[in-house]
């Protein structure tokens, strides 16, 4: 595959979670998880559904 689209379309390694975070939108999904995997501090995760899954995500992550 690497070959044929090149090194781009090689994905960065895939961690299985237990749950995501819902809301209405993806924005703030999009938003917390961007921050888990960087590190760094998710913000106000009020309007999340399941706020609790946060925390398990940071867990897991590598």
């Known amino acids: 595959m690497i070959r044929e ?3 781009i379309a ?3 390694p895939v961690v299985i ?3 995501m975070p819902k809301t209405r939108s ?3 999904m999009r938003r917390v998880l961007k921050a888990i995997s960087n590190s760094e501090d998710a913000g106000d995760i ?3 559904a399941n706020p609790e899954v ?3 995500i940071r867990k897991i992550k590598i």
């Open 10 to 12: 090689r994905p960065r």
């Open 54 to 56: 946060v925390d398990e």
């Open 17 to 19: 979670v237990p749950d």
């Open 26 to 28: 993806g924005k703030s």
């Open 46 to 48: 009020s309007t999340l």
């Open 5 to 7: 689209i090149g090194p």
